[in-house]
């Protein structure tokens, strides 16, 4: 599953990302490392961009990077 497939509200954790590209240096510096979870927040009326919470804030992405973050999905919670 990537990033832009994520249902509004789901959460999940950053499995792998290209290692190349100005976009992907940028997210690295903002804290978007392989294991850190992240929650789709909301989707623009059009669906581009995308808003996520990562780290305690929210950072809108557009779907073309998000599709290319690979997610690792969380286990349900238990009851």
Known sequence: ???????????????????????????REMGMLPGTRVTLVRVAPLGDPIEIQVRGYRLSLRKSEASQVELAPEPPAAT
């Open 1 to 27: 599953m990537n990033l832009a497939q994520l249902p509004v509200g789901a959460s999940a954790a950053i499995q792998a990302y290209p290692q190349a590209g100005p976009a992907f240096t940028r997210l």
